[in-house]
């Protein structure tokens, strides 16, 4: 299960951190990433890591803002965004699937939390 927190709204140029609580005790097991789905736009992947390695990967729209990280002992994958724009407002999705690959299609992941809105004024 991934619960998703911390979406909020702020301003452009302002940061926020938003989390995803995964439960279960295989996370090294998983690619974890982020996806991002503005109103009536499709799902776009973000940013990934895979947990056992620790390696990232961000689509170009976020790299040099976005960071990804986790805190293994909780279980937790962390997006850190700052210097935030307007095209950043959408609903942000944390997603799992078992492998050390990390893939950029939605349809290749199989488990989703619920989402947890961003929005940028």
């Known amino acids: 299960q991934l619960v998703e927190s911390g979406g909020g709204s702020v301003r452009a140029g302002g940061s926020l951190r938003v989390s995803c609580a995964v439960s279960?005790?295989?996370?090294?097991?998983?690619?974890l990433s982020w996806f991002r789905q503005a109103p009536e736009k499709e799902r776009e992947w973000v940013a990934s890591i895979n947990t056992n390695y620790g390696g990232t990967n961000y689509a170009d729209s976020v790299k040099g803002r976005f960071t990804i990280s986790q805190d293994k002992a909780k279980n937790t994958v962390f997006l850190q965004m700052n210097s935030l724009k307007p095209e950043d407002t959408a609903m942000y999705y944390c997603?799992?699937?078992?492998?050390?690959?990390?893939?950029?299609?939605?349809?290749?992941?199989?488990?989703w939390g619920q989402g947890t809105q961003v929005t940028v004024s």
């Open positions: 279960g005790n295989t996370y090294s097991a998983y690619c």
């Open positions: 997603a799992a699937v078992r492998g050390t690959y990390c893939p950029l299609r939605r349809n290749d992941y199989n488990y």
